[in-house]
Structures are given as C-alpha cells and as structure tokens.
C-alpha cells in the first residue's frame, strides 16, 4: 500500500508539456497544470507526500529506537506485541534499514 500511496502522490507533480496547448497531467490529460484549480490541490499533494512518503519510514526509525530495548527487556508487553513486526527481522543496530528501504521505494515509485 505505500509505494502505491506514494506513487500516485507525486504524480500529480508529473506535467507533460504538449506544445501550444501547455502542461498537462501526465496521469490525467484532462487537468491542466500550473492552473489555479492544479494550484488548490498543490499544497495538500505536497502535504501527502512529505507526510506519508518521507514522515512515515522517518516514525517507524523513531519508534523502533524508542521502543525495541524496552520491549527487548522484558518491558510494556504490549509496546512489544504492537511494535515487534517493526524491528524483528533487523539485526541490533541495523534497524535503520526499514528507514532506508521505505525511502527507496519512495524513490523508486516516484520515479515511474
């Protein structure tokens, strides 16, 4: 669901330019970018994508760092049951890695 997410997010920033007829949704030729009506929707796409895109592999770090040696310790059992998917396949100290391989997705489907 994120690439997905993320894909069609910044893709509303993809304008194709067709001559004289200007710059247009890549995704939907019936918008016409750079438009006031392509200018309302601008913020909240750009909102979205920072957001979601790069906000959420940035909250997984923050809660695995903040949360994985109290669980690890015995701690709040069900900080442990809630979070465990978020850090069971990472090595100690290699929990970064689901912060970089969402980026990379983020780039990735971006890109297309």
Not at 2 to 15: K, S
Not at 44 to 57: E, I
Not at 74 to 92: I, N, Q, T
Request: glycine residues 8%.
């Amino acid at each position: 669901m994120y690439p997905v997410i993320t894909r069609i997010t910044f893709q509303f920033f993809v304008c194709r330019h067709l001559d004289v007829a200007g710059y247009w949704l890549e995704a939907s030729y019936d918008v016409k970018c750079y438009t006031d009506r392509w200018w309302q929707y601008a913020p909240l796409a750009g909102t979205v994508g920072a957001l979601y895109g790069l906000g959420l592999p940035l909250l997984f770090v923050y809660l695995v760092k903040k949360f994985k040696p109290t669980a690890e310790e015995g701690g709040d059992k069900m900080v442990k049951h809630a979070l465990h998917w978020l850090y069971a396949a990472y090595r100690d100290g290699k929990e970064h890695h689901l912060a970089i391989e969402m980026l990379r997705v983020t780039l990735l489907s971006s890109a297309i």
